[in-house]
C-alpha cells in the first residue's frame, strides 16, 4: 500500500516514516510538509533518521496525493479537512489523529467519507482503545446516582488542544454507557464557588507540562470506593503503528467514516455479538 504521510517534520510525522519503512504490506510514497518548512526538498529518510530513501519532502499535496493508496495525517483541524477533500476527491484512505476538530470540521469528514475511506480517532494505540470500551462498560454497569465519573488526563507542555482527544474519546465512551450525551454533561473547568457537583455529570481534568507524552485516567468514585482505569503512553510510536494499522484495514473497505475501534474489532456492535 502506497502510503503519504503528511507533517512530515513533525515528530508523529517522522515516526510514522520509520513505521512505514519497517511494516510489511505499506511503502513510503510521498512525504509532505507545510509551505515553508526548512525540511521541504529534503530526503524523508534523512529526516527520520533512516538514511536516504531517494523521496524529497514536498510541500504539494496536490501532486503527492496522485497515485498513492493513503494518507496518514496528525496535522491541524483546518489541514486536515483541506486534506480529506483531496482524499475524496482521490478515492484513498484518510487517516486522520488530528486532535481539536469542531462540530463543523467532523461533518466535513463525513462529508469526504461519501468518496474516502476515513478512520478519525482521538488516539490510534490498541490500549486506549480497548480502554475507551472498558470505560463503556464500567459507566453502563455502574449508576450515576452512585457513582460520579472523572477523566485525568497529562501531556506536554506543547500540546495546544484541551481536554485531549483521547480524554474527549473516554468520555465519550463513558456516556454512551450512561446513553446520555457528553455535551450535555461535561464539566471542563471548575473555579470558585461552583457548588456541589452535579449527579450524572461527567468531568475532565486537565494538565500540562514537561515532554508527557500522554497519561489517561478515568475515575469511578463511589461511597467509600473509587476505580481507576488508566493508559499510559510512554513513546509515539504507539500511535504510529495504530495508524499504519489502521490504513491497511481501510485500504480493503468501502468508502465510509470508521473509528479505530473499527479497525480493531472493538465496536460496540463487535463486542456486543462476542
Not at 50 to 68: C, K, N, R
Not at 82 to 101: K, P, Y
Not at 123 to 146: D, F, H, I
Not at 260 to 269: E, I, K
Request: proline content about 2%.
Amino acid at each position: 500500500m502506497k502510503l503519504v504521510v503528511v507533517g512530515a517534520g513533525g515528530r508523529m510525522g517522522q515516526a510514522l516514516i520509520r513505521i512505514i519503512s519497517e511494516t510489511r504490506g505499506a511503502v513510503l510514497h510521498a512525504a509532505v510538509a507545510r509551505p515553508g518548512s526548512s525540511v521541504v526538498g529534503k530526503d524523508a529518510g534523512e529526516i527520520a533518521g533512516l538514511g536516504a530513501l531517494g523521496i524529497p519532502v514536498t510541500d504539494d499535496a496536490l501532486s503527492a496525493f496522485l497515485h498513492a493508496d493513503g494518507v496518514i495525517d496528525f496535522t491541524r483541524p483546518e489541514t486536515s479537512v483541506e486534506f480529506a477533500a483531496l482524499a475524496a476527491q482521490a478515492r484513498i484512505v484518510h487517516v486522520i489523529g488530528t486532535t481539536g476538530c469542531s462540530d463543523e470540521d467532523e461533518e466535513k469528514f463525513a462529508a469526504a467519507a461519501r468518496h474516502a475511506r476515513i478512520v478519525k480517532s482521538g488516539n490510534m494505540s490498541l490500549g486506549v482503545n480497548l480502554l475507551s470500551v472498558l470505560v463503556r462498560q464500567a459507566a453502563k454497569a455502574l449508576e450515576a446516582s452512585g457513582w460520579d465519573i472523572e477523566v485525568l488526563e497529562m501531556h506536554h507542555k506543547h500540546k495546544v488542544d484541551a481536554p485531549s482527544g483521547t480524554a474527549l474519546l473516554l468520555g465519550e465512551a463513558a456516556a454512551e454507557g450512561r446513553e446520555i450525551a457528553l455535551k450535555d454533561h461535561s464539566v471542563r473547568v471548575r473555579d470558585g464557588h461552583t457548588g456541589p457537583r452535579e449527579t450524572g455529570s461527567i468531568g475532565f481534568a486537565t494538565l500540562r507540562g514537561g515532554s508527557v507524552i500522554g497519561e489517561h485516567s478515568v475515575l469511578f468514585a463511589g461511597e467509600g470506593e473509587t476505580i481507576t482505569l488508566s493508559h499510559s503512553a510512554g513513546d509515539r510510536t504507539i500511535f504510529a503503528r495504530g495508524a499504519v494499522k489502521a490504513a491497511l484495514w481501510a485500504h480493503g473497505q468501502v468508502p465510509g467514516y470508521y473509528t479505530m475501534l473499527d479497525v480493531l474489532g472493538l465496536s460496540q456492535d463487535a463486542v456486543e455479538g462476542v
